[in-house]
């Protein structure tokens, strides 16, 4: 008895030893060289300082910029307004030559919705948005094509909107939506990428922010939900805002990658504490038995 309690002490304490190591690694991998360098150092747990300009700030039931002009997938001159009066919509903010961080946006997206019993085109619209001005209907064209192929059903391609424009017109939503974002170096050390958090938008078909979606995976219940709802013209509430920051950029590869920093030292905390719990329970549980185990043989010597 006494023996397998060791064994089993052992191996918690492994396993939790394990669990503290894995739970702060995340807080150390957030700060990176680039940020330190380009403006100032940063020590802790804090975020670079280049990203602390790249947030999401929840503007609920702020209206969007409906006379802004853009540039759609086909070379058509269009008003951001074109895409409500009568359905809901996905607004999504991305760059198309982002090397990672929307690509898994957009794979969200098309993966939450073919679990939606709704239909792009006749229930909603899906509009996406470039942040880069330097961006062409030709790329916008080419996103389009990916994401409806993606998507797996070439019928609704008319409710998905791939569109570029000036850089006016793109700050006008950006500021609407409250979404965060600053120019980084690419791979040959120009200011041709973007760092910035990852967010969709629903909006009412009046054009109102109705909720927001933080992270790159959407819970195709909640998607849908949500669009019933801001189609009701319903303003949901504000979310929690633990994904907005889970961008980071690597200097030493040239490449964007994710950091679920914040979640996975969560995750790392609420295992220590299962742990340690399981462990007090076992502990007391095996000296308690000992115990009755001694007294049973006295009472029989």
């Given at each position: 008895?006494?023996?397998?309690?060791?064994?089993?002490?052992?191996?918690?304490?492994?396993?939790?030893?394990?669990?503290?190591?894995?739970?702060a690694v995340?807080?150390?991998?957030?700060?990176?060289?680039?940020g330190a360098k380009a403006e100032g150092e940063n020590r802790g747990d804090?975020?670079?300082?280049?990203?602390?300009?790249?947030?999401?700030?929840?503007?609920?039931?702020a209206q969007l910029p409906l006379g802004a002009t853009f540039t759609d997938e086909a070379g058509r001159p269009v008003k951001l307004g074109d895409y409500f009066g009568k359905k809901p919509a996905i607004l999504a903010l991305v760059?198309?030559?982002?090397?990672?961080?929307?690509?898994?946006?957009?794979?969200?997206?098309?993966?939450?919705?073919e679990m939606v019993h709704l239909t792009p085109g006749k229930d909603f619209s899906v509009v996406v948005i470039s942040i880069d001005p330097s961006e062409t209907p030709e790329m916008a064209a080419r996103n389009k094509t990916l994401n409806v192929k993606r998507y797996g059903r070439p019928e609704t391609a008319d409710g998905w909107h791939f569109l570029v424009g000036p850089k006016t017109s793109i700050d006008a939503v950006t500021d609407a939506v409250g979404f965060g974002y600053v120019r980084v170096p690419g791979p040959d050390g120009k200011l041709t990428q973007f760092a910035h958090a990852s967010s969709i938008e629903l909006v009412t078909p009046q054009g109102r922010i109705a909720q927001y979606y933080l992270g790159v995976e959407y819970s195709p219940k909640d998607m849908m939900l949500g669009l019933i709802e801001a189609s009701g013209n319903k303003i949901g509430s504000p979310v929690a805002n633990i994904l907005t920051y889970c961008y980071h950029y690597d200097p030493q590869t040239n490449?964007?990658?994710?950091?679920?920093?914040?979640?996975?030292?969560?995750?790392?905390?609420?295992?220590?504490?299962g742990l340690g719990g399981f462990m007090f329970l076992m502990f007391r549980r095996d000296v308690r038995l000992g115990r009755e185990h001694d007294l049973t043989k006295k009472g029989n010597g």
């Open positions: 008895m006494r023996f397998s309690s060791t064994i089993r002490l052992a191996v918690s304490l492994s396993v939790l030893a394990l669990a503290a190591r894995f739970a995340p807080a150390r991998a957030q700060v990176t060289d680039y804090q975020l670079p300082t280049v990203l602390q300009r790249v947030a999401v700030s929840q503007h609920l039931n760059y198309y030559n982002c090397p990672m961080l929307c690509s898994e946006e957009m794979d969200g997206v098309t993966g939450a919705l490449k964007h990658s994710l950091i679920v920093a914040r979640v996975v030292q969560l995750g790392g905390m609420v295992t220590m504490a």
